[in-house]
């Protein structure tokens, strides 16, 4: 190592990075959760062609949907993959910037090392799409590692011993469920459905149903006032309404109506079925001695998905297994990859190059 590169690692920190399409999480190794915003930037772009960056997170999501023409606000991530890769550098750095302020004394100058967790078996221009966009957005190192595995870290489960443990990561853009034993995943199903596709469904139901269009924010306020995966769990309410204003696709005048929650229950249904038969073919690759932990241990939930009404419920009737949530699903991952920064030993044992 360099005089340089050693001065660096002193300086650095080390920093767990979430890029998720919906929300991207920073931890710090010592400070904790430093940032936890939307993965959504606004930009304009200027007479030469180059963006200048408006709002970046919170203040970006503010603007989807809502901008001028001179106006852009986009998700650079789609379904877990870079799809705008200047984008996702920028909002990146911005991101780094923040973490970086958070420290104290000359710590603030160094560069930080960057553990980044992807979807499962994304490709090797995907990986590398990635590294690229942290080392250019201020990382020193870029290392990666697989979100399962992150996610059930995080959730404490004993992915280190010879026993079977699954979860179900369900994000934004994607949903992966794994089992995973000796610090390895033994089987893993990726489907490019979550929050995402929920709110996505709700929005081509009511343009089907009611001939009303609306916007994914409001999709997603239905989806968490009275969405529901099964409608005879505890916590659901069959009867609760909600009312979504949108424009009439007949008269072209905006328009509001009451919807309840059996309506967005029927809505999702296509959408929790692709995870549901990804989760089944997981089990039916996972051998027979796994199984058994399973039976005992359980399905943990993680991701914002987790949180839908009813889901547990739903899935472990379907599974015919005990399913539970983690103990803060939108947390897990950050929580896996801290856990990864502190233990250098379960790092290298999880991560790839």
Not at 72 to 96: C, K, Q, Y
Not at 143 to 150: F, G, N, S, T, Y
Not at 201 to 213: D, G, K, P, S, T
Request: neutral net charge.
């Amino acid at each position: 190592m360099s005089w340089r590169a050693a001065i660096e690692a002193w300086l650095g920190t080390d920093l767990y990075i979430d890029l998720g399409t919906a929300n991207t999480l920073v931890v710090d190794r010592d400070e904790g959760l430093i940032v936890n915003e939307p993965s959504v930037i606004a930009y304009k772009v200027m007479a030469d062609g180059r963006r200048r960056i408006v709002a970046v997170g919170a203040e970006a999501k503010l603007r989807l949907g809502k901008t001028p023409g001179h106006l852009t606000a986009r998700r650079p991530l789609r379904a877990g993959v870079v799809s705008d890769l200047d984008a996702t550098e920028a909002m990146l750095r911005h991101f780094i910037w923040l973490a970086r302020r958070a420290k104290k004394g000359w710590r603030a100058l160094g560069r930080p090392r960057v553990l980044m967790s992807l979807p499962y078996g994304v490709s090797d221009v995907e990986k590398k799409a990635v590294r690229e966009c942290g080392l250019l957005a201020g990382a020193r190192e870029v290392l990666l590692m697989d979100e399962p595995m992150a996610a059930a870290i995080g959730a404490k489960l004993p992915v280190r011993q010879a026993r079977g443990s699954m979860v179900i990561d369900i994000g934004g853009g994607t949903t992966e469920a794994a089992v995973m034993a000796l610090c390895g995943i033994v089987a893993c199903e990726a489907v490019r459905v979550g929050g995402d596709a929920f709110d996505e469904a709700i929005v081509e139901f009511m343009r089907r149903r009611y001939n009303l269009l609306i916007g994914e924010p409001s999709a997603e306020r239905l989806k968490l006032q009275i969405g529901t995966a099964d409608l005879g769990a505890q916590e659901a309410q069959p009867e609760a309404q909600a009312e979504v204003r949108g424009l009439d696709a007949t008269s072209g005048l905006p328009r509001s109506l009451e919807v309840n929650a059996a309506e967005i229950h029927e809505a999702l249904q296509p959408k929790l079925e692709l995870i549901l038969q990804a989760a089944r073919r997981v089990l039916e690759r996972t051998p027979p001695e796994l199984l058994a932990d399973l039976l005992a241990e359980g399905v943990v939930l993680a991701g914002g998905g987790a949180l839908l009404c009813g889901l547990p419920e739903r899935m472990s009737r379907e599974l015919a297994l005990p399913v539970r949530r983690a103990p803060d699903p939108l947390l897990a991952i950050a929580a896996g990859g801290a856990e990864g920064l502190r233990d250098p030993e379960l790092l290298e044992r999880v991560s790839f190059v």
